[in-house]
């Protein structure tokens, strides 16, 4: 999938990541590799276009293309919104 035209991401997503970027925030990328995807972990460094295709840099150094993110999950997500559920316990 690297060697095909770039699809820009819409600007919603790209605000996110450089969101997330900005507060320093530990996410799981779901990235597709071809025929397949893999999970990718880290702090995303670095958001930055090269040619016409858009990147970001993750804090262990791998580099993504916008366009072959499939999801993105913050790693604290899921026990921030479990802690504002009725009846949850602080």
Known sequence: MSD???????CWF????GLRMMWGTPCRLIVE???ECV?????ITDLYT???A???RLDGGTTIRLDHIVRIEQEE????EEAHQPGARP
């Open 4 to 10: 095909a035209a770039y699809q820009p991401v819409e």
């Open 14 to 17: 790209y605000d996110e990541l």
């Open 33 to 35: 590799t071809g025929d």
């Open 39 to 43: 999970e990718q972990a880290g702090r």
């Open 50 to 52: 090269e040619g016409t």
């Open 54 to 56: 858009e990147y970001i």
């Open 77 to 80: 997500r899921k026990a921030k």
